[in-house]
């Protein structure tokens, strides 16, 4: 019965000291689908994430995985089983050139990264498949610029492409959007899109626009608990989203909040 | 160049330009160090120029953990002097064995010991594993004072120097220095060589953004005690080393002085630079030695404590540091 779903949760829930953060959450992702997780500031979207891949571990429920029960695994494990996320706060490393943060993506699938005694010249030859990645998300000319040094969203197109670099089975994309100029917003669409292409994802996104044209399928979470599920139509019919997401939020869309930027990625 | 369409391969090529020529410039300063270090004990008193290479392994693989792998460990003390007694008793106590038996056994004791450590603290972040380990090796120091193989207060004196390999009369100060240049030597190659490894590029991933290393499906943990274990390891072959040099093993080796001196070091040369602990050590150890001499001889521990906080305050990034950051911005 769950053969169809990638990713099921049953009665997920998170206590922060008696704060339920996330409340008795049953998610099921489709196979190949592109699914938003919507809902206002402080909904609980992060913290799921957290939960999936076990940066948090869950107060109480279950998290299936392609049908098996991977609620006890560790973050590690989940990555090397194909769940790969991303982080609201671009996560890079920062004193690493741009080639190098996708190769140390590529390298945990090389078996040498406990090979202390090798020359880091052995690493060149996932160069080239670092290259390919990078041009992918436009960033060829950068790869020997330490990342510190490149623009926003720049950063957040690195990113995805190390994440990429994992081939992921599952992409948690935790709002790759945010803070982006319309026209970044508008590569990410596309990169999104092609990055989907033979895989799932989850994706959280704040920005109406991109979901209408990338999800398949909506849940829209409210102070921790599932409000409503459906396709772009349904959801944004509905006069509850209205009321707890657009209604408090206008357009749909957002700036940082000082909240949000002390908030941390975990 | 700015305005061709830039080319994936072009790229690749420049970079890997790049690369070799850096590593030309690394070949070339290591010849320099070499040549310097070799000729060194011509000019200088060969004793003085041991302390300060066993200083400066002690920083190099202190700074392993610290400045490549963002672990501040405040208990590295316990490592030199674990080192230091286990190669001071042996020889004492043991005359069939050869030098290099007791600098391996004292060295091995390190390195277990630094297991220990590592799966006690390794999950504790920041400060909180500075404290644990700060802990830990206040434990092993109050084991040292109660215990009697090491001498207690007195420590342990006279340690024989023995042969290298039952052959090269270590009694002899060159013979002393060249055997210890050698092991020097070849520990520095070491660190750069990890430094640099697949293993090293996990290291540096970690220390710049941990969560994102484990999103990738890396075990932290595992790569951060690796990383321990090495760095007590070699602290330990620094202190076995020290005590043949002094033919000396005693609580100083042991007190946390010790664990906050060699962070001194590593801070004032150049916090996770290669040459950095190097001349930190050389630094601190030629104070420490021109200030004993002179009118200013009690007042060696706050002029030292000045220099700390000069050097967090003013140049973070220590002697090595602010260099290379002065070379990269007059020459491009
Ligand atoms: N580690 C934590 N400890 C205590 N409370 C937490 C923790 N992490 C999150 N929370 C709380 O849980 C709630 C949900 O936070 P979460 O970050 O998941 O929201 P979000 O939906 O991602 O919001 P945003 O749109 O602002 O990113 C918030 O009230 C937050 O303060
Ligand atoms: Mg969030």
């Not at chain 2, 208990?75 to 069939?96: E, K, R, V």
């Not at chain 2, 594993?129 to 006279?158: I, K, N, P, R």
């Not at chain 2, 540096?204 to 075990?219: C, D, F």
């Not at chain 2, 009118?295 to 220099?307: A, C, F």
């Amino acid at each position: 019965m769950s053969e169809q779903f990638v990713l099921e949760t049953r009665n997920l829930v998170k206590e922060f000291k008696g704060f339920v953060a996330v409340d008795n959450v049953n998610l099921q992702i489709r196979q190949g689908n592109i699914h938003a997780l919507i809902g206002p500031n402080g909904a609980g979207k992060t913290t799921v994430f957290n939960l999936l891949t076990k940066f948090l571990s869950p107060t109480r429920g279950q998290i299936l995985y392609q049908g098996e029960d991977i609620t006890a695994l560790k973050s590690a494990a989940i990555a090397r089983k194909g769940i790969v996320r991303s982080f609201q706060i671009s996560a890079v490393f920062p004193h690493m050139t741009a080639l190098e943060n996708i190769r140390v993506a590529l390298q945990a699938a090389e078996g040498t990264s406990f090979s202390f005694w090798k020359s880091g010249n052995s690493l060149n030859k996932l160069n080239q498949r670092c290259m390919e990645l990078l041009e992918s998300v436009g960033l060829t000319e950068f790869a020997n610029t330490t990342t510190v040094e490149l623009a926003y969203g720049r950063k957040r197109a690195l990113e995805l492409a190390t994440t990429l670099a994992m081939e992921p089975k599952l992409l948690l994309l935790d709002e790759p959007t945010q803070g982006m100029g319309s026209e970044d917003v508008d590569r990410v669409v596309e990169l999104v899109r092609k990055a989907a292409e033979g895989r799932t994802v989850l994706m959280v996104e704040h920005n109406l626009s991109v979901v209408s044209k990338l999800c398949d399928r909506i849940t829209v979470l409210a102070q921790g608990a599932v409000l409503t599920e459906g396709d772009y139509q349904e959801v944004s019919a509905d006069p509850r989203v209205r009321e707890v997401y657009m209604g408090s939020d206008g357009s749909g869309e957002r700036g940082g909040s000082p909240a949000e930027q002390a908030e941390a990625a975990q | 160049m700015m305005s061709q369409p830039i080319n994936s391969a072009d790229v690749h090529k420049a970079m890997l330009e790049q690369q070799k020529s850096q590593d030309r410039r690394k070949m070339l300063l290591n010849g320099a160090l070499l040549l310097l270090l070799l000729a060194a004990p011509f000019a200088l008193y060969p004793v003085f120029l041991m302390k300060i290479l066993c200083f400066a392994l002690f920083a190099v693989a202190f700074n392993l953990l610290f400045g490549f792998t963002g672990l501040l460990s405040f208990g590295h003390a316990a490592f030199l002097a674990s080192g230091a007694y286990t190669t001071g008793y042996l020889l004492s106590n043991y005359s069939g064995l050869t030098t290099e038996m007791g600098i391996i056994a004292g060295t091995l004791v390190a390195t277990a010991l630094g297991l220990v450590f590592a799966l006690l603290s390794i999950r504790r972040q920041g400060i909180y594993f500075a404290m644990v380990t700060l802990a830990l090796a206040q434990l092993v120091y109050f084991f040292f004072v109660q215990s009697e193989f090491t001498g207690g207060e007195d420590g342990l004196h006279g340690i024989p120097r023995g042969e290298l390999f039952g052959v090269i009369d270590l009694s002899d100060n060159m013979n002393m220095y060249y055997f210890v240049l050698t092991v020097f030597i070849a520990c520095y190659l070491l660190v750069q060589r990890i430094v640099s490894s697949p293993y090293g590029q996990v290291l540096k991933a970690i220390k710049q953004n941990e969560p994102r290393a484990v999103s990738l499906g890396y075990n932290v943990d595992r790569y951060k005690i690796l990383a321990f274990v090495i760095s007590a390891g070699l602290t330990g072959l620094a202190g076995s080393l020290k005590s043949v040099v002094f033919q000396l093993a005693s609580l100083n080796d042991a007190h946390w002085h010790m664990s906050g001196e060699v962070i001194l070091m590593t801070l004032v040369g150049g916090l996770g630079t290669l040459l950095g602990p190097v001349i930190g050590s050389t630094f601190v150890v030629n104070v420490e030695y021109q200030l004993s001499q002179g009118p200013l001889r009690d007042w060696v521990d706050p002029i030292l404590g000045g220099i700390f906080v000069l050097t967090v305050l003013a140049f973070r990034s220590g002697i090595v540091g602010e260099i290379q950051k002065f070379m990269r911005k007059n020459l491009g």
